[in-house]
């Protein structure tokens, strides 16, 4: 079978460097971090008293009918995770004008969108209102479920947008919407759509999450600096800063993209999957999961390691996970790891969990169209960990423009799930 070309056609985002694209690519370009105190609860009792949060949102502004009260009131009914999926779809579709052409058959165009948690907030606020009743018997809401489930974002965008092609949701921990982001891939190259409506979206920053991660010693405690306290490959980063939001993808099929003159961003050209089998929540020491995701992406793509220009790490700046990683890009790359631009840019996203695969895939995107390079930001000279090699290109507190023909993303999560995918500039 003749693999069909996939590329990009829309972007949407709602990150905590900005309620849209621009606004979030222009802050991510600028070194901006979106850290500071969390205000969705009160965070005192806490270890970390600070996150990546969206900030300014308001569902409202992101209706298919600007002022429809049926359907703002539908959006209250949803969980903060999958408004944040419905705005940035809006965005993508709109941006894409994939639903404004004729030609396009909605029997034709799926929905695949990831969440690694779901509705958390809904969970938690449900579970509370049952214990303070219990006496009176069950208090739950009967949008408890499909207000709280994983798939139900992706659900939402095919109903609002009558969209009947594969629909469904992803799980892989962090690795969440890359995994969501192959499996569009993989659908539209194999014909079994013409687009597909992909990402991922988390809203997590409520205390059962920030309680859950501090447990596991995996949050930065830095509440004295949180605008600092990611600093993936310093030495002295102590966890990661919990984010949140939502980011979009229009994935289509070159042919139809072209037959309706799409703009197109980039192609996607290759994508790899593995598991570290190894640990609960630990990487592998030695890399050996994150080696082989690349490996096998690259191979999928057709391409050489020497052809890569640009990797967006993990890079959650934690202690055992970066050197993990960079050990693996080292392997990999060999001496062209030397000639790479390398960066996190949870650094000034925070992690966005099963959004930040998204994150990341739209940043190598826009990197390949601008040829520019999305910086590390909150390192210092004397900040250096002897165990990872600083004589790759981190790309430290400053973007950096040159050409960038091909980007890679990775994302590891949980459970030892890993996911790469890459981008490559468009040529007819």
């Known amino acids: 079978m003749e693999l069909?070309?996939?590329v990009v056609t829309g972007l949407g985002a709602v990150t905590p460097l900005g309620l849209d694209v621009a606004t979030t690519w222009r802050n991510a370009l600028d070194g901006v971090s979106g850290a500071g105190p969390i205000t969705h609860f009160d965070s005192t009792l806490f270890k970390t008293h600070?996150?990546?949060e969206v900030k300014g949102?308001?569902?409202a502004n992101f209706l298919l009918v600007e002022g429809d009260r049926r359907e703002l009131k539908d959006d209250k009914r949803m969980d903060l995770y999958t408004r944040y999926a419905i705005a940035c779809s809006k965005q993508a579709i709109d941006d894409s004008g994939l639903l404004a052409y004729d030609g396009t058959d909605r029997d034709e165009v799926g929905v695949i969108f990831g969440s690694g948690i779901g509705g958390l907030h809904t969970f938690e606020e449900q579970a509370g209102n049952y214990a303070m009743h219990e006496a009176d018997g069950p208090k739950y809401s009967p949008f408890f479920i499909p207000t709280m489930i994983a798939d139900i974002a992706a659900g939402?965008?095919?109903?609002?947008?009558?969209?009947?092609?594969?629909?469904?949701?992803?799980?892989?921990?962090?690795?969440?919407?890359?995994t969501a982001i192959i499996a569009a891939f993989n659908n539209v190259r194999m014909g079994k759509a013409v687009a597909i409506v992909t990402g991922g979206a988390e809203a997590p920053i409520y205390p059962a999450g920030v309680g859950g991660f501090n447990s596991m010693h995996a949050l930065s405690t830095r509440n004295d600096?949180?605008?600092t306290a990611s600093r993936p490959f310093s030495a002295s980063r102590d966890g990661f800063v919990m984010g949140e939001g939502g980011v979009c993808l229009i994935l289509e099929e070159l042919e139809h993209a072209l037959a309706r003159g799409a703009k197109i961003y980039a192609e996607v050209i290759g994508a790899g999957e593995s598991a570290d089998a190894f640990h609960l929540t630990a990487t592998h020491p030695e890399g050996l999961g994150a080696r082989l995701v690349m490996q096998r992406a690259i191979a999928d793509a057709g391409?050489?390691?020497?052809?890569?220009?640009?990797?967006?790490?993990?890079?959650?700046?934690?202690?055992?996970g970066d050197p993990s990683e960079v050990q693996a890009v080292k392997d990999?790359?060999?001496?062209?790891?030397?000639e790479l631009n390398i960066s996190s840019?949870?650094?000034?996203t925070g992690h966005m969990l099963g959004a930040t695969g998204a994150m990341e895939t739209l940043f190598c995107v826009k990197a390949v169209q601008e040829d520019v390079v999305p910086p590390t930001i909150n390192h210092a000279d004397d900040d250096v960990d002897e165990n990872i090699d600083n004589k790759l290109n981190f790309t430290f507190n400053k973007a950096q423009h040159r050409v960038v023909r091909v980007a890679l993303s990775n994302t590891f999560g949980f459970g030892g799930h890993n996911a790469s995918i890459i981008v490559k500039k468009y040529t007819r």
């Open 50 to 52: 600070f996150a990546c």
């Open 303 to 320: 391409i050489k390691p020497e052809d890569i220009d640009y990797v967006n790490a993990h890079g959650t700046s934690t202690p055992v």
């Open 345 to 348: 840019t949870k650094s000034m």
């Open 332 to 338: 990999v790359f060999g001496d062209h790891a030397y």
């Open 156 to 178: 939402y965008i095919s109903i609002k947008y009558g969209l009947r092609g594969p629909n469904y949701g992803v799980v892989s921990a962090c690795a969440t919407s890359t």
């Open 225 to 227: 600096s949180p605008e």
């Open 57 to 59: 949102f308001d569902p």
């Open 4 to 6: 069909k070309r996939v």
